[in-house]
């Protein structure tokens, strides 16, 4: 795919994100309207067809999720999960591990070309092991509110192209998250009933 076609596609995703986002009952359906086109939009769909770059024994798969502090600010809470395991809808993920924790602390994009690389890589996605992410903080009014991830289990995946627009859909997951008022339904969780990933740093 070209990049002037690629380019055409995130700005005609963008719209229809925005469109039925805005339409969501809340917060959580709005934003799973964002991490379920970027499961389907993002990365080099030819990079499987590359010798060593889908391990041996794995199919090519995608997820995405939106990692959202919570008031505790000790915590990411697995929010809109995209072909996550059903036990981790809702997961308190430590704020400080992994990659995640790092974009939370620098508030700045990151892209992982490929995670074999990356001595300091976290497995917090249980259904594959990302063999390349590209992850984005979401920021309003210089608050960091979370950080919006896309993994594959394909290395080689995402390029620059994609850490350019996940940083576009980052932008758009903050303006959703405030127009329907995340805060509040944050403020509604019992995090007391919620399951705490346990991951080795």
Excluded at 101 to 117: E, F, I, Q
Excluded at 123 to 150: E, H
Excluded at 164 to 188: C, I, K, P, Q, T
């Amino acid at each position: 795919m070209s990049l002037e076609s690629n380019a055409r596609n995130v700005v005609l995703a963008l719209a229809r994100t925005a469109g039925d986002a805005g339409a969501a009952e809340d917060v959580e359906g709005a934003l799973w309207h964002v991490t379920r086109v970027l499961a389907s939009l993002l990365g080099d769909g030819s990079a499987a067809a590359v010798p060593g770059n889908l391990p041996e024994g794995t199919k090519p798969q995608r997820a995405a999720t939106a990692f959202i502090k919570v008031p505790d600010g000790r915590h990411h809470l697995i929010t809109a999960p995209v072909n996550f395991l059903p036990k981790q809808y809702h997961e308190l993920i430590p704020i400080t591990l992994g990659h995640p924790g790092h974009v939370a602390k620098t508030r700045r994009p990151l892209l992982l070309r490929d995670t074999s690389h990356h001595d300091g890589f976290v497995k917090i996605l249980q259904t594959f092991k990302a063999g390349s992410a590209v992850q984005a903080p979401m920021l309003w009014q210089d608050r960091y509110l979370g950080t919006l991830i896309c993994a594959s289990s394909v290395r080689n995946t995402f390029s620059e192209t994609d850490l350019e627009s996940m940083r576009a859909f980052a932008g758009l997951a903050a303006a959703v998250w405030n127009a329907h008022d995340g805060d509040d339904w944050l403020s509604s969780i019992d995090y007391d009933t919620l399951p705490e990933g346990l991951y080795g740093e």
